[in-house]
């Protein structure tokens, strides 16, 4: 038995990283923030060193040689900061669902890995949008200004015909186009078909997903003159950037409304509130903007039809230590994380 251990030991064992591991002589330090509450103790069973950290102060220099980061509403001096000064980091954990904050902040892509809370607002989102589109279809935007007014919008209540032809009045049979069909998307359409509503996806590939068909955004000259309501869930990229420009929303029908919860940069704001003066499209409800919080004087406060919500559909990452919790385990291995960019 005791060769038999003797040429076991001699057996070269081969370990494949995603990222470089600590030294195993030092408990690598992971800094967590304080702008939500984390709990920590959940990560106490892992050999590591759990520090909060103030996401809008410079990392204090005892804690500059931590080596996991864990990122939730940081200010951009705070990135940039940490950029310059951590540099045993070896792995940054975002829990936004697109970390673009963290990607413009100097890190070092080929030394740092970084993985997304991609999942974390997965149900947030989704309940967000469905209730914009709930407000666009029953016009609760059109009774809360009518409320403001102290006046009874009888035009709103009373007999109503039951799903006009060239309008948007209920999900019931309503064509929804979901572009950017990706987790939130498949958390958000079982609600929607639920509700009635016909739903079709747009990304960059096609295929079936979830039991929805999904399209190209080639198709998307075909899929748009026949839509009730387009909710683009597009990430922020060069490739995104005004992806609903002004062509294409000339192919949207007159009644079309269109929810935005992905970010402002998808949509051709100018274009969209173009479009909304005109009458060429039904309506918009917007989460995101281009710029936020979205100017004092920007048209789209004023455009008919549209409802404007400040960036509220995330913002409340859940249940975030099981992501860490798994990723963590992950690289104190030498395996592959979870939502790596």
């Known amino acids: 038995m005791h060769r038999l251990r003797q040429l076991t030991a001699q057996i070269p064992r081969k370990t494949f990283y995603t990222t470089s591991p600590p030294p195993p002589t030092i408990m690598p330090k992971l800094l967590y923030p304080t702008s939500l509450a984390f709990d920590a103790s959940l990560l106490e069973g892992y050999s590591v060193d759990l520090v909060p950290y103030d996401v809008k102060s410079p990392i204090p220099s005892e804690h500059t040689d931590a080596q996991v980061l864990i990122t939730w509403t940081n200010s951009a001096s705070n990135l940039k900061d940490a950029a310059q000064r951590l540099t045993s980091l070896r792995w940054i954990q975002s829990l936004a669902a697109g970390p673009n904050d963290v990607l413009g902040a100097g890190f070092d892509p080929k030394k740092i890995t970084i993985t997304t809370g991609s999942g974390l607002h997965d149900h947030t989102v989704a309940e967000h949008t469905l209730g914009l589109l709930l407000a666009a279809a029953r016009k609760f935007h059109l009774m809360r200004d009518a409320q403001a007014e102290g006046r009874w919008p009888g035009e709103l209540g009373g007999p109503q015909p039951d799903r006009p032809k060239g309008a948007f009045t209920t999900l019931q049979g309503a064509n929804v186009v979901v572009w950017g069909f990706g987790n939130i998307a498949k958390c958000l359409t079982p609600w929607l078909v639920a509700l009635g509503a016909k739903v079709k996806g747009v990304a960059r590939s096609k295929g079936v997903r979830d039991g929805v068909e999904v399209y190209s955004e080639q198709d998307l000259e075909t899929i748009l003159p026949e839509t009730d309501a387009l909710v683009m869930i597009l990430p922020g990229s060069e490739a995104t950037n005004n992806a609903l420009s002004r062509e294409r929303l000339a192919l949207l029908p007159k009644h079309a409304w269109v929810v935005n919860v992905g970010r402002g940069t998808s949509v051709d704001e100018e274009a969209l509130a173009d479009a909304l003066e005109k009458g060429e499209i039904g309506g918009a409800a917007l989460d995101v903007f281009v710029k936020e919080p979205y100017p004092e004087g920007g048209?789209?406060?004023?455009?008919?039809?549209?409802?404007?919500?400040?960036?509220?559909?995330?913002?409340?990452?859940?249940?975030?230590?099981?992501?860490?919790?798994?990723?963590?385990r992950k690289f104190l291995a030498g395996q592959e994380l979870k939502n790596v960019i």
Not at 301 to 306: A, D, E, I
Not at 319 to 328: G, H, I, K
Request: glycine content about 6%; proline content about 13%; aromatic content about 6%.
């Open 299 to 328: 048209r789209l406060w004023k455009t008919p039809n549209t409802i404007v919500s400040p960036h509220a559909a995330g913002g409340r990452p859940q249940d975030p230590e099981d992501l860490v919790a798994w990723n963590l």
